[in-house]
C-alpha cells in the first residue's frame, strides 16, 4: 500500500502563491504518477498537474500552466505543487493522487486553498 499526504494549504489574496506538498509512504516503489487533482463546491474533480516518479516528467491543465509548477524530491518521497499567480477560480480541496504499478490508486485527505478577490 501506499500513503499520500497532502499539506500547504491555506488563504490568499489573488495574485498570490502558495506551494503544496505531498508526502508518499509505504510502498513507494510502486508509484510510477504524482498527480494532483481538485474539486471545487459544486463541481466535479479535475485534473491539474501531474509528475513522474523516476522520470520526472510533467504535464499539466490548460487552466494551470505557466502559472503551476510541480517537482519532486525523490530522497524526501515528496512532489511539490507551486502555484503562482492565483486566481479566485483557483478555489477548490486540492487532492494528490498515486498512481501505482499493479499496487492501486491512492488519494489524500485534500487540502483547501482559498484565492480572495
Known amino acids: 500500500q501506499v500513503q499520500v499526504v497532502e499539506s500547504g494549504g491555506g488563504l490568499v489574496q489573488a495574485g498570490g502563491s502558495l506551494r503544496l506538498s505531498c508526502a508518499a509512504s509505504?510502498?513507494?516503489?510502486?508509484?510510477?504518477?504524482i498527480n494532483w487533482f481538485r474539486q471545487a463546491p459544486g463541481k466535479e474533480r479535475e485534473f491539474v498537474a501531474a509528475?513522474?516518479?523516476?522520470?520526472?516528467?510533467?504535464n499539466y491543465a490548460d487552466s494551470v500552466k505557466g502559472r503551476f509548477t510541480i517537482s519532486r524530491d525523490n530522497a524526501r518521497n515528496t512532489v511539490y505543487l507551486q502555484m503562482n499567480s492565483l486566481k479566485p477560480e483557483d478555489t477548490a480541496v486540492y487532492y494528490c493522487?498515486?498512481?501505482?504499478?499493479?499496487?492501486?490508486?491512492?488519494w489524500g485527505q485534500g487540502t483547501q486553498v482559498t484565492v480572495s478577490s
Open positions: 493522487n498515486a498512481k501505482t504499478r499493479g499496487a492501486g490508486d491512492y
Open positions: 509528475c513522474g516518479w523516476n522520470s520526472g516528467s510533467t
Open positions: 509505504g510502498r513507494t516503489s510502486t508509484i510510477y504518477t
